[in-house]
């Protein structure tokens, strides 16, 4: 296979890859459609964010892992999911 044939086959791999992990999580989602921690503190056993070891705030916005619904500051968790492609709780590939 010619060095230009894997390079495209692996770009190809690269946007599957990357379209799958935003589809799961819906990474695509844009800040105003997330909430707060306010709004689904109730539905939720979490206290903390377990990326950043810190406390969930009332005002803070907050995504969660559609795997586990465990809920991450929202910043922490799309910043690990473009590192590590796996969800900080259960490890499953999103």
């Known amino acids: 296979m010619s060095k230009d044939r894997f390079d495209d086959y692996f770009d190809e791999y690269k946007a599957k ?3 799958r992990k935003t ?4 990474l695509n989602k844009s800040i ?3 909430f707060t ?3 689904v503190k ?3 056993d ?11 705030n009332d005002e803070e916005i907050v ?3 559609i795997l586990c ?3 991450f500051h929202y910043k922490e968790l799309r910043s690990w999911v473009k590192t590590a492609g796996t969800c900080p709780s259960c490890k499953n590939e999103i």
């Open 37 to 39: 921690w306010e709004k």
């Open 23 to 26: 589809k799961k999580l819906n």
């Open 63 to 65: 995504e969660n892992c």
């Open 17 to 19: 890859t990357h379209a």
């Open 32 to 34: 105003d459609e997330l």
């Open 69 to 71: 619904n465990r809920y």
């Open 46 to 56: 979490d206290v903390i964010c377990i990326i950043c070891k810190k406390t969930f």
């Open 42 to 44: 109730n539905e939720s």
